[in-house]
């Protein structure tokens, strides 16, 4: 049982680059989570989906957009790489309905550098 | 000011040693959860709580709601628990914001043989 795979581990891009950071879980759980975690910071959501075809944003979604066509993937897609988005990344994943609380399960997180 | 405050930031301790690491909060909510971040980088969930205790071998989570406030507790502890244990905390505000968890920065413990 995989949980949850992120790809690439590690990038390095230059401004004004664009690229897709790829998440999938193979738990079928609905809900799916992206966030950033800067150092010394708390992570921030930036977006998540309830469900295939449901997204929303987070607390910081400027600059991301998401997708989620299935239930398995929930990929995050950088449009035009900045400085401010040098991070790392984690994708997760929870099973829920309305307001049951579940734990979340995280990916092993992208390492973003943005030159 | 953060919703979610952890202390102590840092931890250092020798094996053996009862650990704790606190976390307060300022909002209602529905759900805590602590989180372990070894320095990997991968993050696993360690406990959920609303109420109460709850313990996982050395590893005990106490929770009380009236003072918003939680602590994760380690006994004999050992260098294998060196990691960053983070705090966070689910609304309890109904709609759009009751799936987000807002995390505390997380305290970095480093157990010494």
């Known amino acids: 049982n995989a949980g949850v795979t992120q790809t690439p581990k590690f990038r390095i891009l230059k401004i004004g680059q664009s690229m897709t950071l790829q998440c999938t879980q193979d738990?079928?759980?609905?809900?799916m989570y992206w966030y950033r975690q800067d150092p010394g910071m708390g992570l921030k959501l930036i977006y998540y989906?309830?469900?295939?075809?449901?997204?929303d944003k987070g607390e910081v979604p400027n600059g991301y957009n998401v997708s989620r066509s299935t239930t398995e993937d929930f990929p995050l897609r950088l449009e035009l790489a900045a400085p401010s988005q040098t991070s790392v990344y984690f994708c997760?994943?929870?099973?829920?309905?309305?307001?049951?609380?579940?734990?979340?399960?995280f990916g092993d997180g992208t390492r973003l550098s943005i030159l | 000011k953060n919703e979610v405050e952890q202390s102590p930031q840092n931890l250092t301790a020798q094996e053996g040693e009862f650990i704790t690491i606190n976390c307060s909060y300022s909002?209602?909510?529905?759900?805590l959860h602590w989180l372990q971040q070894h320095p990997g980088g991968g993050i696993v969930s360690l406990f959920m709580?609303?109420?109460g205790k709850k313990k996982h071998g050395r590893l005990i989570a106490t929770i009380n709601i009236q003072e918003k406030h939680s602590s994760l507790h380690i006994t004999a502890s050992h260098p294998r628990d060196s990691a960053v244990y983070i705090c966070a905390v689910r609304s309890s505000v109904s709609g759009g914001s009751n799936y987000k968890l807002t995390f505390g920065k997380g305290t970095l413990l480093t157990v010494n043989p």
């Open positions: 997760a994943s929870s099973y829920g309905t309305g307001d049951s609380n579940q734990p979340q399960h």
């Open positions: 909002v209602g909510i529905s759900a």
């Open positions: 709580l609303s109420s």
């Open positions: 989906s309830v469900g295939a075809g449901i997204t």
């Open positions: 738990m079928n759980h609905n809900y």
